[in-house]
Each structure stands twice: as structure tokens, then as C-alpha cells.
């Protein structure tokens, strides 16, 4: 009936208005509206273009052309008429509504090219519109035959709180076959709350064909799932036969607390899953008891030393330095004269970790070891404990400034440390090393300015001198976190630098960072003579800020020639209406 309805009314608009001689500019505008409103913007286009004919210089009916050639995809003749709108009309930055329908009618253009990475950009516009029409193209694009777009489509949707994306995630967990996807189906079911998939969570961690990642990322979930667990429910988990279950046992009763049903736990140590066991020690650890059931922490770790897994070994160090740091610190001294680097960095990483318990011999083994990364994990401990910090500075300086090192973080457990790395290059921003070595150096640079290290200028000009430079959108939507204010006005001085490279890669830091406003300037000034890679970045940016003061600068990228720089000059200018 009310479909019906519309219908009718639609028909009323359409066919009624003119037998009564009311063919008056608003009639048009209406009729064009009654159009769209049943998806025919062909239709809408050819009575607009009737309308003005007949009332070239009215307003409303102008505003009605130019958001049926937005929708019917008609770019170019779109900016044409705004171009003209804009030129007879006052104030027509301030029609906010026109300019929401021209950016929506790029992206909506743009979430059907054949170009997957042109439908990436859709989908970031769509993600930072936050709009029912970014809601459908999301929903849309998480069904499409790329394995890239789903991809996107899910780390992007699970970042916002929609019930049909929800409805979609969960029919995508049982139709979708691509292994990287499959584990951010299941992070998103976590993230978005959708409880009624929690069985077949638990199910995947039963499941003995279920990836290490499969099941890492589905204990997240169910921990984000839960409101509390009852302690019938951990006898059930800590007594099943799959290891995954288990250790969900160990990190539910982290993740609440729950130190009463310790002693379900402790005998997990005896677990033949070195994850489990390397699990229980941590969290040991992390609830800092003094003794379990009568027996000491620190008795406990050291039985666990000599455990055959390293990680094990190492979180049994780990507890013990907490909770006896002399003979905890001895425990650790062997793994820095191991024959394999990635256990020597693991283990520097997990001695960081320990902090103040860990002295002296996190300087010790500083000051001693040849081994770069290494000295890089236990600069890093350093600074955070504020001990020795010129010479630790030195060593993340260096880290910075070397081009040809690309840096990863590791985790294992609770403890992370940075590595080398071995990613080869890829489109996913959560996987391209050359984005995620930017990442980690942000962060080391972050760490040189909040204690005011001397060089941290220095070390930030080498870093945005860098050849591959340039954090992508997708990547700063997902992964990049805000600098110190310490680090903001290093990189904020950098502004009136005489580098060209130095000073927009300056701005854009400052911008994405979203602490950009006085940076703006200088990225529209930039955009001119910048080439096109730059160019991207400089618009992504410029939404970054969310300032309605750059909305003119971007409409005029509407009618640049690259789809690409249109798209995300569209996507640019929905930050800066909606935010």
C-alpha cells in the first residue's frame, strides 16, 4: 500500500501539473525530484534541462540540474553547471545539501569502475560520509567479486555501528573463501557486537582445520562478545580438548580479572599447547597475584625456564623478573648469546617488557650487543623508562634515517617487538611495508620528540626526505594514530622549510594527524605543481582537517581529469561537510 502510494504521488508530479497550467519553475524542480525519486535521473536530467529553458536565471531549479547530473553520473557536464551556478548565484558555498549530492555522485560513479583501486577510493569516501548512501555502497561492495574490495569493505565497515552492515558481515562469514578475509570477517563480528555468530566462533576454535590467525582473531572476538563469564563456563573451556578453547579460558579471565578462578588455570601449565602454556604465564603476570593456591609466582616461572618453546621460556623470565628480578635477569642472559637473531630480538623485546625490574641489564645488554635490532628493542625500553636516553635516542635516530631499513612490529602474546621486514609489497595498507615502516618510524619519532631529543628535527627532515614516501587513505583511515603535541610542533616548524618535499610532506603529516589547519595553506598552494602521487595525498589530507574553509579549493578538483584525483577530492569534500 504505501509503495502504492508513492507511486500515485509520483504520478500526481509527473502528469498532473501541466493540465492545470502550473508549469511554473518549482513545478519542474518538483517533476525532477519525482524522478529521482523513482531512480530515473535520465528523465530528471532532460526536465530539468526543459525547465531551464524556460527560467534560465532561477535558483532552485539550477540545484534541481545539478543533483540530477550528479546522480546520473554525468561528471563533467555536473561541474559545468555548478561552475555556472556558482558564477550567477550568491553564497553557493553555503548550499551544503548541493554540495553533499555533486561529492555522492562521484563516489556513487566511482563505486561501479571497473578499476579496483578506483573503488577503493568509493569505498573511503563512503566510509567517511557516514550516510545511508555510504552505508549502501558498503553493503554493496562487500559482495563484490574483488578479494581486495571485500577486504576493504570489511575493515572499513567494521568501524561503524550499522545494522544491515552487521546483517551483510554475518552472511559474509559463511560465503566467503579468501583466508586473509575470512580473519577480518571474524574481527569484524567481534568489533561490531554481532552476538548471534559467537557459536560458530567457539565452533571455529574447535575446529582442527582452523588457521592459527583464524582462531587468534576469533578469541578476540568472543572476548568482545562477552559481557562476563561465569565460572561453569571456564571448567567447560579450560577442560576441552581444543587447545583454542583453552586459551580463550586464559584470556577471559585477563580480559575480566577474574583472579578467584585461578586455579582453573594453573593447571594449564602443564598444557601441551605451548600457546596455552606461554598464555598462563602471562597472564600471571599481568593480574601481578603474589601466589596461586598456596604456591609463589616466582617459584612457578622458574620451574618454567628450562619450557622447550621459546616463548614459553621467555614469558616464564619475563614473570619471574617482575617478581624476583635478580634471578630473573640471570634467566635471561643466555637467549642474547642465542645463534638465531629472531630469538634474540624476541627476547630483548620481552626483557623490555619487564621495565624497571629489568635494570641493569637492559642497559647491560645495550650497551654490549652488536646486534642492531637488538640495541633497537632495548633503545626502545630505554626511553620508555627515561634511563640513558641520549645514547637510546642515538640508536632510534639512526633507525630513522636509514633509508633502506623497513621496519615492522612483531607481537607474540602480550609482548611486541620491532623487527625487519620481510613483508613484500601489497595494496592492503595493513600489509604494504612501505606504509607500515612509515608507521613504526612515526611512532619512534614520536617517542625522540616527547624527550626533546636534539636531533628529532634532523631525524623528521631525513624521514620526509624519504624516496618512497606517502601514507596512503585507506591507511590512514585504519592504522595511523595522532602524534604527541611534542612531535606536532617539530613537524609543524617544518612548514616554511626551503625543501619543497620536505615542506608538504611536513603538512600532510600535520594533517593527517588531524592537526592541520595552519598546514592547509600550504598543501592548496603545493597542488599545482605537484605531481599526481603527491597530489592524492595532498587532497586526502585536506579532508583530513574537516575544514569547511578548504570546501571551495576542493569543489575546483572536481573537474580535474584524473578519476582518481576526483574521487578522492570528492571523499575530501564529505569530511569536511559532515565533520
Same mark, same amino acid.
Given at each position: ?10 504520478? #500526481? ?9 502550473? /508549469?511554473?519553475?518549482?513545478?519542474? $524542480? ?41 546522480? %546520473? ?36 560513479? $566511482?563505486?561501479?569502475?571497473? %578499476? ?10 563512503? &566510509? ?50 579468501? %583466508? ?8 569484524? @563480528? ?12 567457539? $565452533? ?23 559481557? /562476563? ?5 571456564? @571448567?567447560?573451556?579450560? =577442560? =576441552? ?8 579460558? #586464559? ?32 597472564? +600471571? ?67 623490555? =617488557? ?60 602480550? &609482548? ?5 621486514? *620481510?613483508?613484500?609489497? /601489497? ?23 616527547? @624527550? ?22 585507506? %591507511?590512514?583511515?585504519?592504522? +595511523? /594514530? ?23 610532506? $611536513? ?67 564529505? *569530511? #569536511?561537510?559532515?565533520?
Amino acid at each position: 500500500m504505501i509503495r502504492l502510494s508513492l507511486l500515485f504521488t509520483v504520478y #500526481c508530479i509527473l502528469f498532473t501539473g501541466p493540465i492545470y497550467g502550473t /508549469t511554473t519553475p518549482d513545478t519542474y $524542480a518538483r517533476e525532477v525530484q519525482a524522478h529521482l525519486l523513482i531512480h530515473d535521473p535520465l528523465s530528471a536530467c532532460d526536465k530539468a534541462r526543459e525547465g531551464l529553458k524556460l527560467y534560465q536565471d532561477n535558483t532552485v531549479l539550477w540545484e534541481a540540474y545539478i543533483s540530477a547530473l550528479s546522480e %546520473a553520473g554525468f561528471e563533467k557536464e555536473m561541474t559545468l553547471a555548478w561552475q555556472h551556478y556558482s558564477e550567477q548565484f550568491p553564497n553557493p558555498h553555503e548550499n551544503r545539501k548541493l554540495i553533499e549530492n555533486m561529492a555522492w555522485g562521484v563516489i556513487q560513479k $566511482a563505486s561501479y569502475s571497473h %578499476a579496483p583501486m578506483i573503488r577503493i577510493y568509493a569505498l573511503l569516501g563512503a &566510509f567517511y560520509g557516514k550516510d545511508a548512501r555510504g552505508v549502501h555502497i558498503l553493503n554493496r561492495l562487500l559482495k563484490d567479486s574483488n578479494t581486495l574490495i571485500r577486504l576493504a569493505a570489511i575493515q572499513l565497515s567494521s568501524r561503524l555501528n550499522d545494522a544491515s552492515l552487521c546483517d551483510t558481515i554475518a552472511a559474509s562469514y559463511y560465503s566467503e573463501k579468501c %583466508a586473509e578475509n575470512r580473519i577480518e570477517l571474524i574481527k569484524a @563480528i567481534g568489533a561490531m557486537k554481532i552476538k548471534s555468530l559467537k557459536p560458530q566462533l567457539v $565452533a571455529l576454535l574447535s575446529n582442527q582445520k582452523s588457521s592459527a590467525e583464524e582462531k587468534a582473531a576469533a578469541i578476540q572476538s568472543i572476548i568482545n562478545l562477552m559481557d /562476563t563469564v561465569e565460572r561453569q563456563e571456564l @571448567i567447560n573451556l579450560t =577442560s =576441552s580438548p581444543r587447545a583454542g578453547l583453552r586459551l580463550l579460558a #586464559c584470556q577471559a579471565v585477563a580480559h575480566f580479572d577474574l583472579q578467584k578462578d585461578l586455579d582453573l588455570i594453573l593447571p594449564l601449565l602443564n598444557d601441551n599447547s605451548s600457546e596455552v602454556r606461554a598464555a598462563v604465564l602471562q597472564l +600471571l603476570g599481568i593480574l601481578r597475584v603474589d601466589q596461586v593456591q598456596g604456591e609463589k609466582i616466582a617459584a612457578i616461572a622458574s620451574s618454567r625456564l628450562k619450557d622447550g618453546n621459546p616463548l614459553v621460556a621467555l614469558s616464564a623470565a619475563w614473570l619471574l623478573t617482575i617478581h624476583d628480578p635478580e634471578n630473573g635477569q640471570k634467566a635471561f642472559l643466555p637467549w642474547f648469546s642465542n645463534g638465531k637473531q629472531e630469538l634474540r630480538v624476541l627476547a630483548a623485546a620481552v626483557l623490555g =617488557s619487564c621495565g624497571k625490574y629489568a635494570f641493569p641489564l637492559i642497559q647491560n645488554v645495550f650497551t654490549v650487543s652488536t646486534d642492531k635490532f637488538v640495541k633497537l628493542n632495548l633503545a626502545h625500553a630505554l626511553l620508555v623508562n627515561r634511563v640513558d636516553s641520549t645514547d637510546a635516542s642515538t640508536v632510534l635516530f639512526e633507525a630513522i634515517n636509514d633509508q633502506n631499513e623497513k621496519l615492522d612490529w612483531e607481537e607474540n602474546g602480550i &609482548f611486541r617487538s620491532i623487527i625487519k621486514s *620481510e613483508n613484500r609489497y /601489497t595494496d592492503n595498507p595493513e600489509e604494504n611495508p612501505v606504509a607500515l615502516s612509515q608507521l613504526v618510524k612515526l611512532e619512534l619519532l614520536n617517542m625522540l620528540a616527547l @624527550i626533546k631529543f636534539p636531533k628529532t628535527q634532523e631525524a623528521v627532515i631525513s624521514f620526509l626526505k624519504q624516496k618512497e614516501w606517502g601514507i596512503s587513505g585507506m %591507511a590512514a583511515a585504519l592504522l +595511523l /594514530t595522532e602524534g604527541d603535541e611534542s612531535a606536532v610542533d617539530i613537524v609543524r616548524g617544518l612548514l616554511n622549510y626551503p625543501v619543497f618535499k620536505v615542506r608538504i610532506q $611536513a603538512a600532510i603529516i600535520l594533517a593527517l594527524w588531524g592537526q592541520g589547519e595552519d598546514a592547509v595553506q600550504t598543501l592548496q598552494e603545493a597542488y599545482a605543481g605537484a605531481d599526481r602521487d603527491i597530489k592524492e595525498r595532498i587532497l586526502e589530507a585536506i579532508g583530513r582537517v574537516h575544514s569547511p574553509a578548504s570546501i571551495p579549493f576542493l569543489l575546483k578538483q572536481l573537474q580535474e581529469p584524473s578519476q582518481k584525483l576526483r574521487i578522492i577530492a570528492a571523499c575530501a569534500l564529505l *569530511e #569536511c561537510l559532515y565533520n
